[in-house]
């Protein structure tokens, strides 16, 4: 059985690789990537073993989607998402639940979506608005979720709501909605600097849920796996992005190099000192990535993992990935010169800088930092 690294490589560069611009300049769904994603069993990598899948840990899905973001940020972004949705099934989701769906995960037959962003909430994942509403069969739910993360695409959609209509805007739970059972009813368009083959449209999401398609307790949810899974999974695509970058201005360099040596110059170009400095920082990414995913995977069934300092480790990971991305692209398009600048070159860089540029936003980096002060006021260590 091949790895997710190795199917995450065969896809990218045999599918993702070949659509990324037009998916980028079309703001289209990267269908022709899901789709070689479903068939490779990428989907179904993190499923358990009792379900008929691999039962792969973070570290390999964060391997995988730098992998297909490094040929298509918004494919990999969309891996990214559909894994943390699967990640909370696997760890929270109901026995019942859990038998009904993972297989059909695992077969590559869904993809989950999610729909924790609503409006007039500015992007505070850890509080809603709309509630459950009692049902004599299980619950509704009736969202404006201000972003749908490619819903119109999706086989199913995980969103956060109130637990109940008297409960805290805090007192959050999760609902698993699968058709036919909800409807998706876009409200507003998707036209984006970057990342723009994502689709997550403003959406209003109705649906009607059994009660064992509803995790009640986000709470625990949140601090377990889906801050800490994204966290590692969305770093992972800024990771992609990056080396993305660092191909091109690799590539850009050696040309650069083989030509001064036609003419009888010797030595690195003046760019292969800025390249070297690129390194540096690729290799803080991709150090602060594994070695995030393999804390989470020695502490994942621990009371670890609802602590201040695992919180705060990993925000350390989101802030390294995030901003060192931006310099190592904005650097790679120094290197690669006019190349880089013009569209259509092979060291163009102008889709890569756009997606990037998105990295500080998704979750904003001053809320992680703001959370991380607020923590160290507590805690008696950094």
Known sequence: MITPHEAAQTVGTTVADQWADEVDRDARFPAETIDAMRESGLLGAYVPAQWGGPEAGVPELASAVGTIASYCASSGLVLAMHHIQVASIVRHASPSLKDQLLPRIAAGEVLLANANSEIGLYGNRRNSICALEPTENGFRIDKQASTVSYGEYADGVLATARQSPDAQDHEQALAICLPPHYTLEPTGDWDTLGLRGTCS?????????????????????????????????????????????????????????????????????????RLAEMGVKLQQIRDAIAAGAADFEAVKDTEQLETLGFSSRVDNIKLTASTLVIDVVMSALQICGLGGYKNNTPTSMGRLVRDAVAAPLMVSNDRALFAMAQSLLVRKEM
């Open 201 to 273: 449209r403003p959406a209003r999401l109705q649906a009607d849920l059994p009660a064992d398609h509803v995790i009640t307790d986000y709470a625990t949810l949140f601090a377990r796996t889906s801050l800490p899974v994204s966290t590692i999974l969305l770093s992972s695509v800024w990771w992609g992005l990056a080396e993305a970058a660092a191909r091109r201005a690799h590539a850009s360099v050696r040309a650069a190099e083989r030509k001064a040596r036609t003419t009888g110059k010797s030595g690195p170009p003046l760019g292969g000192l």
